[in-house]
């Protein structure tokens, strides 16, 4: 997957716009693109300007001008990929960047992989493998959360925590290493109540990484909500009401939702993946069951449920109420009264709320109708996102991959503890300390093979 050739693609998204870039990467880049370029000031050489500068001028075939353009020279090793790197600001027709694209690929070079600037900017060591996953994250981050975990792992934060962590334990492991080439003497290198403070120290921190992926998974991919209830309580008008828009269709005609519609709203920067579904209550409709058990499966993914009860119906809901949040005791579940329109003042006053206030601390009373306590409904929401682990930088861990690698390593330093413990024999120990060094490089690349590589770039966008 190494190559030394100069690559070429659109770093831009295809199609016609104002300005497109066509970037190249390899140790031939300046000099294929000076081959046709003509400054507008002179005759002046990309080959011999400073690096990051910006040149006005033509891309030219012959004596046939293709555009005019600004040409962005960086030299090596000062570059994003560490290699030449040319990036071409053309006009943004299809026809000029397909014209300037066959140009260069006719003087030799080769149009990029998915990635592969990044990860030429891996290999190249710009960046560690972690850093690396974060620039893909952060081009398809959609809110504020999303944006700021992915930049904060980009600006190297997670790789630098996984490094410290996998040096303090490779310098023991060292040690360990050494006594087994001194068996026969018996000795110890290794401090063993010092290595045992510091696996000690890992598996604290390992655990703290691993249960911020629960925080961290949500964020990046947007907080699944399922609005669950029975049929005509309003599912779908209040998720209309949301989302600002008539996305589900409302009928008085019980049963209308027979599966699920989701869509996303973005809430004080946390991205809320709303999930309207059908009805709970006994049918004899086929179609309406599947609905109703996909109701129970989107219950079972969501991180949040808004459970849904008709105003008029609140004295007899709380069984209803107390039977979803028994079959899902870990799930967090708001309670919501819609229909408080409907209320009389008696009735209103029977329940001692407001239609448009929230004095019940179990119940958020609103009217989706009306939109009355959508606003107080939104600000329980941004209440309940635990926001604080962004704001206070820590490290969050937001990747699939990572997570997995940690939880290995995690396995691994159990076992070193266990161990020690029954005073294990050192070559049995290295076996196991080995092995979290090498769940801990996976993460940042210290360990790689050409599978991972693969399996990771082939998810970028090819311009990057």
Same mark, same amino acid.
């Given at each position: 997957?190494?190559?030394?050739?100069?690559?070429?693609?659109?770093?831009?998204?295809?199609?016609? #716009?104002?300005?497109?870039?066509?970037?190249?990467?390899?140790?031939?880049? =300046?000099?294929?693109?000076?081959?046709?370029?003509?400054?507008?000031?002179?005759?002046?050489?990309?080959?011999?300007?400073?690096?990051? *500068?910006?040149?006005?001028?033509?891309?030219?075939?012959?004596?046939?001008?293709?555009?005019?353009?600004?040409?962005?020279?960086?030299?090596?090793?000062? !570059?994003?990929?560490?290699?030449?790197?040319?990036?071409?600001?053309?006009?943004?027709?299809?026809?000029?960047?397909?014209?300037?694209?066959?140009?260069?690929?006719?003087? #030799?070079?080769?149009?990029?992989?998915?990635?592969?600037? *990044?990860?030429?900017?891996?290999?190249?060591?710009?960046?560690?493998?972690?850093?690396?996953?974060?620039?893909? &994250?952060?081009?398809?981050?959609?809110?504020?959360?999303?944006?700021?975990?992915?930049?904060?792992?980009?600006? #190297?934060?997670?790789?630098?925590?996984?490094?410290?962590?996998?040096?303090?334990?490779? @310098?023991?492991?060292?040690?360990?290493?050494?006594?087994? &080439?001194?068996?026969?003497?018996?000795?110890?290198?290794?401090?063993?109540?010092?290595?045992?403070?510091?696996?000690?120290?890992?598996?604290?921190?390992?655990?703290?990484?691993?249960?911020?992926?629960?925080?961290?998974?949500?964020?990046?991919?947007?907080?699944?909500?399922? +609005?669950?209830?029975?049929?005509?309580?309003?599912?779908?008008?209040?998720?209309?009401?949301?989302?600002?828009? &008539?996305?589900?269709?409302?009928?008085?005609?019980?049963?209308?939702?027979?599966?699920?519609?989701?869509?996303?709203?973005?809430?004080?920067?946390?991205?809320?993946?709303?999930?309207?579904?059908?009805?709970?209550?006994?049918?004899?409709?086929?179609?309406? !069951?599947?609905?109703?058990?996909?109701?129970?499966?989107?219950?079972?993914?969501?991180?949040?449920?808004?459970?849904? =009860?008709?105003?008029?119906?609140?004295?007899?809901?709380?069984?209803?109420?107390?039977?979803?949040? @028994?079959?899902?005791?870990?799930?967090?579940?708001?309670?919501?009264? @819609?229909? !408080?329109?409907?209320?009389?003042?008696?009735?209103?006053?029977?329940?001692?709320?407001?239609?448009?206030?929230?004095?019940?601390?179990?119940?958020?009373?609103?009217?989706?109708? *009306?939109?009355?306590? =959508?606003?107080?409904?939104?600000?329980?929401?941004?209440?309940?996102?635990?926001?604080?682990?962004?704001?206070? @930088?820590?490290?969050?861990?937001?990747?699939?991959?990572?997570?997995?690698?940690?939880?290995?390593?995690?396995?691994? +330093?159990?076992?070193?503890?266990?161990?020690? &413990? /029954?005073?294990?024999?050192?070559?049995?120990?290295?076996?196991?300390?080995?092995?979290?060094?090498?769940?801990?490089?996976? /993460?940042?690349?210290?360990?790689? *093979?050409?599978?991972?590589?693969?399996?990771?770039?082939?998810?970028?966008?090819?311009?990057?």
């Amino acid at each position: 997957m190494i190559h030394d050739d100069t690559i070429i693609a659109l770093a831009t998204p295809s199609g016609m #716009g104002a300005i497109s870039v066509i970037r190249l990467s390899g140790s031939d880049a =300046i000099s294929i693109v000076n081959l046709h370029f003509k400054s507008k000031f002179g005759n002046k050489q990309l080959t011999e300007v400073k690096s990051h *500068t910006i040149h006005l001028g033509s891309v030219v075939d012959h004596n046939r001008i293709i555009d005019e353009v600004l040409v962005s020279v960086f030299k090596n090793p000062y !570059s994003y990929t560490g290699e030449n790197v040319v990036e071409i600001n053309c006009h943004g027709s299809v026809y000029i960047q397909q014209e300037i694209m066959q140009l260069f690929l006719s003087k #030799g070079c080769r149009t990029a992989t998915n990635g592969e600037f *990044t990860l030429r900017a891996f290999t190249n060591g710009k960046m560690d493998l972690s850093q690396a996953e974060a620039v893909a &994250d952060l081009i398809e981050s959609d809110s504020k959360a999303s944006h700021q975990i992915a930049l904060q792992q980009m600006r #190297g934060g997670f790789s630098s925590e996984i490094a410290n962590l996998r040096e303090q334990l490779l @310098n023991f492991a060292s040690l360990i290493e050494l006594e087994l &080439d001194f068996s026969e003497e018996d000795v110890e290198f290794a401090d063993r109540a010092a290595f045992k403070d510091l696996v000690n120290k890992l598996s604290t921190i390992l655990k703290r990484l691993i249960d911020s992926f629960a925080f961290g998974n949500v964020f990046k991919n947007g907080i699944p909500v399922a +609005i669950v209830g029975e049929p005509n309580v309003g599912k779908s008008t209040l998720l209309n009401a949301l989302l600002n828009e &008539d996305k589900a269709i409302v009928s008085d005609i019980a049963g209308t939702t027979r599966d699920a519609i989701e869509d996303e709203m973005v809430i004080n920067g946390v991205s809320f993946r709303f999930i309207d579904t059908a009805g709970i209550r006994e049918t004899k409709d086929i179609v309406e !069951s599947i609905g109703i058990k996909k109701t129970f499966e989107k219950i079972e993914q969501a991180q949040l449920v808004l459970l849904l =009860i008709d105003a008029k119906e609140v004295s007899n809901a709380k069984s209803k109420i107390e039977e979803i949040k @028994n079959k899902y005791p870990s799930k967090r579940i708001l309670t919501i009264v @819609n229909k !408080s329109d409907l209320l009389s003042p008696e009735e209103t006053s029977t329940l001692n709320m407001h239609p448009d206030s929230n004095r019940d601390s179990n119940l958020i009373f609103i009217s989706a109708k *009306t939109k009355t306590g =959508i606003n107080q409904l939104i600000e329980e929401l941004t209440q309940l996102t635990n926001v604080g682990a962004l704001t206070n @930088n820590q490290t969050i861990v937001s990747n699939s991959r990572h997570f997995e690698a940690l939880t290995n390593a995690l396995t691994s +330093i159990k076992e070193v503890e266990k161990g020690m &413990d /029954i005073n294990l024999s050192s070559d049995l120990l290295a076996i196991d300390i080995r092995e979290a060094l090498h769940h801990l490089g996976l /993460i940042t690349g210290a360990v790689t *093979t050409d599978d991972l590589l693969g399996n990771i770039f082939a998810n970028f966008c090819i311009g990057k």
